[in-house]
């Protein structure tokens, strides 16, 4: 059982490069997330899904798209990177009713030159 | 609307020293409380939660009860190690709501 996994760990792009991070859960849970950390501002919703095909707006989404086309599976697109964008990404996921746990993956650093 | 506010860091102590990190919310009706840790270099993890009044959440020697007349939940441990060296944050899922509202963290540096 490895919970929430993230690829790649690490990853450099130039301003302009595009990338998507992958997230995937084996917990059969309902809704995913995408988060961004950034120093002294705590976490930020980027994008979440509550369901297979679903995705919905989080508090930063400029700049960012998402897919949930399988229900384990939880991408993150940055089509033109900028360096407002480097940051420490991370996935969760949470079986879907209230007061749920979120279960988080190990992050994703990413730097934008 | 629902909002976090814990006690800003780094907070710095020695070790087997008692530990308090302040967390005060805003929610209507009653939400979910936690707590989760932040290891340097990983994801964060569950420590411990409440989801109803008077509720005790407790995990790893870490405690905190969830007091809705002062509407806060702090974080206590009776003799903290250095392995406790972490990020912690405090959060609130409001109810008929699986988001969950962030604090910004506090850093806690155990010395040995």
């Known amino acids: 059982n490895a919970g929430v996994t993230q690829t790649p760990k690490f990853r450099v792009l130039k301003t302009g490069q595009s990338m998507t991070l992958l997230c995937a859960q084996d917990m059969n849970h309902e809704y995913m997330y995408w988060y961004r950390q950034d120093p002294g501002m705590g976490l930020r919703l980027i994008h979440y899904?509550?369901?297979?095909?679903?995705?919905a707006k989080g508090e930063v989404p400029d700049g960012y798209n998402v897919s949930r086309l399988k229900k384990q599976n939880f991408l993150l697109g940055l089509e033109s990177a900028a360096p407002s964008q480097t940051s420490v990404y991370f996935c969760a996921s949470s079986p879907g009713q209230e007061g749920d746990t979120q279960y988080f993956g190990p992050g994703t650093r990413l730097t934008v030159l | 609307g629902n909002s976090v506010t814990q006690m800003e860091g780094p907070v710095t102590l020695s070790e087997e020293a008692f530990l308090t990190i302040n967390c005060t919310y805003t929610?209507?009706?009653?939400?979910?409380l936690f707590w989760y840790v932040q290891y340097p270099g990983e994801g964060l993890q569950l420590l411990l939660k409440?989801?109803?009044a008077d509720d005790k959440g407790s995990n790893k020697g870490f405690e905190a009860t969830y007091r809705k007349e002062t509407t806060s939940f702090h974080l206590e441990k009776g003799s903290v190690q250095v392995s406790d060296s972490a990020v912690y944050f405090c959060?609130?899922?409001?109810?008929?709501?699986?988001?969950?509202?962030w604090g910004a963290g506090t850093k806690l540096i155990i010395k040995p």
């Open positions: 929610a209507t009706g009653y939400p979910s």
């Open positions: 959060a609130l899922s409001a109810p008929s709501n699986y988001q969950l509202i």
């Open positions: 899904s509550v369901g297979e095909g679903t995705t």
């Open positions: 409440a989801t109803k």
